[in-house]
């Protein structure tokens, strides 16, 4: 039974469901991609291009062979999620684009750890080449999207304690 703070099943339900397909997604296109060498571009038009990259690092390339430290910050951002669903969602709930936007940023989170975690995979697997833009996958762009959507959430959609209305 969940804890009194938890949130109702139905945000639950969308957690998970969320986590777990854009986490399947990650790995399916990781998968398909890591099928070829490093360097292989299975698609090119103009400034983009779809091209097999490895990522010992973060986020455009900083903290390249950090993957112990990375690793630990992954497991405490999902941590950090699991907490506030567990203990806060009711006390401090969120709408439901903020628990689409969490979701999205436990799912990247996820994919991106599964890649560290993965003994036979050295850092993560990137793909996709726009411009001068470091090269993503599917777990940066939902993690990405989704701190724009919790963002938008906290700042825009979010009552503020003695404003109008409160």
Known sequence: MPGRDSPPLRRLLLFVIVVALVVALDQWT???IRS??????????GFFRIIRLQNTGAAFGLFRGASVALMVVDFAAIAAA??????????YPLRLLGWIGMSLIVAGTTGNLIDRLNTSVVGITDFISIGIWPAFNVADSSITVGIILLAVTLVFLTPRAGGAGA
């Open 82 to 91: 699991l907490v506030y669903i567990f203990g806060y969602a009711r006390r």
């Open 36 to 45: 070829y060498p490093e360097g292989h571009v299975f698609f090119e038009a």
């Open 30 to 32: 990781k998968d398909l």
